[in-house]
């Protein structure tokens, strides 16, 4: 069959969750919408990401809070058991990596799905196969990121996992070496270890979480050393090998360390090679995600949405964006999201949960900003204090002292992504501090603790 051209509406390239939500929406609202999509609907979050991760997560903290009855509501023997969580998953979480209900989804809405390799072919043009898709409103690239995988010496020549090869595991390795101590690689090093897998997390920056507040990559350190995971910081990977059943990585201070599996979660890469970028003005090589402005626009007709943009890896800021996209193809005046990059909220689902939202103390002092901050250690509150074991933690406030507003803030603890609630809607909002200190806090609650932090913030 020979080539051919198919007018449409819009073009989605890269059906992840904002790619997804924007066709979506846009199908629901009577557009002619063509989704297009190499591997499954929804993206990484739901089968390879935030669901699976957390299941594991989830499952590895019921065996932490077993281990501390001992001493508190008398004893317990726990004997873990990865059978269940990786069946959870499979049956739950992933369908078994089906995307049949997420496909149906968008087609149920009017929209028309295609499985396969998108590629750009000019403005306004997307080619699958050998039919081109010319789209009459607008294309949306959506294409996502992948796990990088750095270029260390032999790596390429070990076996090694990802995050998708960790989550969809059947058993667990006895010991494992994790490259990267960000949000990935601590959430599953830690999980791992409670089911008895000897971890070992390298981290080349000085301290592990290195975006986060320094004071809460030191509370989770202290937490994860206090189970058995090794951290080491401020050295770098410079070769990996395999000796027999065992993976080596030599540092460059010259130690070798051995496991028998290798974790690469040192970051991810915007999918911005063979999509035909150059047929639009782009030349991939010459950035690291998709270029757009506030507006997440590329070109005039041409927007980016998700983790391709790099503003934001998260599934909530893929699908807020989304919000952004629909509105300008639908010519409707939108201002949401102008401030996603101000007030951006993030979780770290190790125990302690680690949340923030806008500047840390360092960002807010290059900015240029005169800033006041304040700690409360979660232990020396009336809920850390009665929470007893696995109440390690600290809230951190960081403060504009000349609009006398929070532009920043840290909670650390037991349900501190919960609590960070309260801290992203004054971030965003600018609440005044006067007025944040007016509250009546709950008592005894976690989040009485930002109460405790504000009586402290100079």
């Known amino acids: 069959m020979g080539a051919q051209e198919i007018e449409t509406d819009v073009v989605v390239l890269g ?11 846009l199908a629901g609202r009577g557009l002619d919408v063509v989704g297009i999509e190499s591997e499954l609907v929804g993206g990484e979050c739901p089968y390879w990401g935030c669901l699976p991760s957390k299941m594991i997560v989830r499952a590895a903290t019921l065996l932490t809070e077993a281990r501390r009855v001992d001493g508190v509501a008398g004893t317990a023997t726990v004997e873990p058991d990865f059978t269940p969580v990786a069946e959870r998953i499979r049956d739950e979480a992933t369908a078994g990596w089906d995307d049949t209900i997420a496909v149906d989804r968008f087609t149920d809405q009017g929209g028309t799905f295609v499985r396969g390799e998108g590629r750009l072919d000019g403005p306004g043009r997307v080619t699958v196969g050998n039919i081109t898709y010319v789209a009459r409103r607008g294309v949306v690239v959506a294409s ?98 395999r000796d027999g059943e065992e993976v080596v990585v030599t540092l460059a201070d010259g130690r070798e360390l051995r496991a028998e599996r290798l974790l690469v979660a040192v970051g991810r890469q915007a999918r911005l090679e063979g999509i035909g970028l150059e047929t639009v003005g782009i030349t991939p090589s010459e950035h690291r995600f998709l270029p757009t402005d506030d507006a997440l626009q590329v070109r005039e007709g041409l927007w980016g949405v998700g983790d391709v943009t790099g503003r934001g890896a ?100 037991p349900h501190g992504g919960e609590v960070l609630g309260l801290l992203a809607l004054a971030v965003h909002a600018e609440v005044p501090i006067d007025t944040l200190r007016s509250m009546i806090y709950a008592y005894p609650t976690f989040h009485r603790g930002i109460e405790d932090a504000l009586d402290n913030l100079a």
């Open 15 to 25: 059906m992840g969750i904002g790619g997804e939500a924007v066709a979506g929406s």
């Open 144 to 241: 996502g990121t992948t796990a990088y995988v750095p270029p260390i010496e032999g790596i390429d020549e070990v076996d090694h996992w990802t995050n998708r090869e960790a989550v969809s595991a059947k058993e667990l390795p006895g010991s494992l070496i994790t490259l990267g101590g960000g949000a990935i690689g601590l959430e599953l090093s830690q999980a791992f270890g409670r089911f008895g897998t000897e971890v070992t997390v390298v981290e080349a920056a000085d301290r592990i979480l290195p975006r986060e507040e320094p004071e809460a990559s030191a509370a989770l350190t202290e937490v994860l050393e206090s189970e058995g995971v090794g951290v080491i910081t401020g050295v770098a990977a410079t070769g990996v090998r």
């Open 314 to 413: 998260f599934t909530h800021v893929a699908a807020h964006q989304a919000k952004i996209v629909v509105a300008a193809i639908l010519g409707e005046d939108e201002e949401v999201g102008r401030r996603v990059d101000a007030a951006l909220p993030a979780v770290t689902f190790t125990d302690p949960e680690v949340g923030s939202v806008g500047l840390t103390e360092a960002d807010a002092r290059e900015a240029g900003l005169d800033v006041a901050v304040a700690t409360q250690n979660v232990p020396w509150s009336a809920r850390g204090w009665l929470h007893g074991p696995g109440n390690e933690g600290v809230i951190k406030l960081v403060a504009d002292t000349e609009r006398q507003v929070l532009v920043g803030a840290s909670s650390v603890g």
